[in-house]
């Protein structure tokens, strides 16, 4: 049974920092694609950035240059570093696990991910 378990939200000044951190249950961060995902109410989910088992990273074009993924493999743990935060980057913050084999064009949507934390929440104002 797999649990990602997300911290790290908080409410954070414009031009701010925050870091995300998502625990997962087993030896599993290394053997699948990861995800990061955001949601606002009203609006559909949408991904934000992705790694794979190999490290490749997939980012959003409204976070690149500012959010940046990272695992520890050993830790069972995935990141997502945020900097140069916006008020549109308010929203619930996922993170999610799909197949390991998942192909880029699908790296950074919600539907071939099967595991979902309960997500932390992200106010920038």
């Known amino acids: 049974h797999v649990q990602l378990v997300e911290s790290g939200g908080g409410s954070v000044q414009v031009g701010g920092s925050l870091r995300l951190s998502c625990v997962a249950s087993?030896?599993?961060?290394?053997?699948?694609?990861m995800g990061w995902f955001r949601q606002i109410p009203d609006r559909e989910r949408e991904g934000v950035a992705s790694?794979?088992?190999?490290?490749?990273?997939s980012v959003a074009d409204s976070v690149k240059g500012r959010f940046t993924i990272s695992k520890d493999n050993a830790k069972n743990a995935l990141y997502l570093q945020m900097t140069s935060l916006k008020p549109e980057d308010t929203a619930i913050y996922y993170c999610?696990?799909?197949?390991?084999?998942?192909?880029?064009?699908?790296?950074?949507?919600?539907?071939?991910?099967?595991?979902w934390g309960q997500g932390t929440q992200v106010t920038v104002s």
């Open positions: 999610a696990l799909g197949p390991g084999d998942l192909t880029v064009a699908r790296r950074l949507r919600p539907l071939y991910f099967s595991h």
């Open positions: 087993g030896d599993i961060i290394g053997r699948y694609c």
């Open positions: 790694i794979d088992s190999d490290g490749r990273t």
